[in-house]
């Protein structure tokens, strides 16, 4: 299996009240089909998987099957948790829901000390998906896991059921490196969206990433000017990248970027707590920053080209 292209992370939709809002998923489905992403990653950091509990994650695949197919986008599941008994249990919710792919970012709180320790419990929890296509999500920021990736990925190959890849939000570019140069590498799916157009030149040529969600226009010029050998111009839009994400990112990024989703027309409602909330006078400033670095010019420009 090889994904290409953008695959949006989408954010879980909330009501006011915080409960979940299943009937947003085929709104956000299909903004990302009109804005040409292939793909979602659903419930990973930006959908506050950890924020969510079982049930809702279930119910949440089971939403995301039905708008995916319906609008022909691809689904991969995110099925990581800390304990075995629930992870087994998305993992049978996953292939339920018709998913194209199940990931899962390591334990956070006993964490595998390596490869081989990382490995079993991968093979534990996607035993009930029946050797679904599976990617492991490797972001250390997040889970404080760090292996070697490199390592993990050669005995990958043998010793889990359904590895096709890599969802690599990792700063370690030269393990990446090392990767894409293997004799059949994996699927390595860039996950930095402000560098995307690094992860390009390395070779990568699918991406998971939170911004693709509202900014996708921005990263098809990236991608655009890089096939067409014009690297001034990919990084001149990379760099617009840089900006927004900057700037979002000031005013608490996942809670910020859920209202820049309201404002590109899908209300995915707010972040859950324990995520603090956005006043209005914070959103306020936020829109005013990003009118005054022309990110909803940025994003227009493209779709009107």
């Known amino acids: 299996m090889k994904l290409t292209g953008l695959i949006a992370a989408p954010h879980t939709p ?15 489905a299909a903004h990302l089909a009109a804005n040409g992403v292939a793909g979602a990653f659903v419930a990973g950091t930006t959908g506050e998987c ?8 279930a119910e949440l695949f089971a939403a995301w099957g039905e708008a995916a ?23 049978e919710a996953a292939q339920r829901a018709g998913a194209d792919a199940i990931s899962a970012m390591a334990p956070n709180f006993f964490k595998p000390s390596d490869a081989a320790a990382l490995l079993d419990w991968f093979g534990r ?6 050797g679904m296509p599976f990617y492991f999500y490797d972001i250390p920021v997040m889970t404080g896991v760090t292996i070697d990736t490199a390592e993990f990925v050669q005995r990958a190959e043998d010793e889990l059921p359904g590895f096709v890849g890599v969802k690599y939000t990792n700063p370690d ?10 004799d059949d590498a994996p ?14 030149e390395l070779g990568c040529r699918g991406a998971v990433g939170s911004t693709y969600n509202f900014a996708a226009p921005i990263y098809h010029r990236v991608m655009a000017a890089h096939a067409a050998g014009d690297l001034a111009e990919a990084r001149r839009w990379q760099g617009r990248s840089l900006k927004m994400v900057e700037t979002i990112a000031a005013h608490g990024f996942t809670q910020s970027a ?16 324990p995520l603090p909330q956005c006043s209005a006078e914070q959103l306020e400033v936020l829109r005013g920053e990003l009118e005054a670095i022309g990110f909803f010019d940025w994003i227009d420009e493209y779709a009107t080209a």
């Not at 699927?187 to 390009?200: I, N, R, S």
């Not at 859920?258 to 707590?273: D, E, F, L, T, Y």
């Open 125 to 130: 929890i996607i035993e009930p998906a029946g």
């Open 173 to 182: 570019r030269e393990q990446l490196r090392r990767i894409l140069e293997m």
């Open 187 to 200: 699927d390595m799916l860039f996950g930095c969206d402000e560098e995307l157009l690094e992860g390009w």
């Open 258 to 273: 859920k209202a820049v989703m309201h404002w590109v027309g899908v209300n995915c409602g707010p972040a859950r707590p």
């Open 69 to 91: 197919r319906a609008h022909g986008v691809k689904f991969i599941a995110h099925i990581g948790h800390n304990n075995l008994p629930d992870a087994r249990a998305l993992a």
């Open 14 to 28: 909330f009501n006011g009240d915080f409960s979940i809002n299943l009937d947003c998923v085929s709104q956000q």
């Open 50 to 57: 950890h924020s969510l509990t079982t049930d809702e994650r």
